[in-house]
Nanobody, 128 residues
Framework: QVQLVESGGGLVQAGGSLRLSCAAS????????MGWYRQAPGEQREVVAV???????TYAESVKGRFTISIGNAKNTVYLQMNYLKPEDTGVYYC??????????????????????WGQGTQVTVSS
């Protein structure tokens, strides 16, 4: 019911910058938190940064001071500004959103229901 579309990945040299974008669409009632995760080859998916709807961010230690997560004016969009990229930042970056959608009940009314969705991922490659 909720679709996430990411963009902005690519190939960059170490020390360079990239900006990832993720837009959520669907029957969204409220988004509580959005975030970015990444998965390197042969590794488990790990959190990079998350941000609440109120704008409070949390970062992985490995990206603090280099990455910035922010919410767009539309509130259904999240960005990840990545500066001073390192080869170890290479991986597939996935957008995640959690919140509530509106669903129909048995009486023709609408009820909120929790959702959690992932994007399809965007490749980030940092060369040394």
């Amino acid at each position: 019911q909720v679709q996430l579309v990411e963009s902005g990945g690519g190939l960059v040299q170490a020390g360079g910058s990239l900006r990832l974008s993720c837009a959520a669409s669907g029957n969204i009632y409220r988004i509580n938190v959005m975030g970015w995760y990444r998965q390197a080859p042969g590794e488990q998916r790990e959190v990079v940064a998350v941000i609440t709807s109120g704008g409070s961010p949390t970062y992985a230690e490995s990206v603090k001071g280099r990455f910035t997560i922010s919410i767009g004016n539309a509130k259904n969009t999240v960005y990840l500004q990545m500066n001073y990229l390192k080869p170890e930042d290479t991986g597939v970056y996935y957008c995640n959103a959690e919140g509530e959608v509106l669903t129909s009940d048995d009486y023709g009314g609408l009820l909120p229901a929790n959702f959690g969705s992932w994007g399809q991922g965007t490749q980030v490659t940092v060369s040394s």
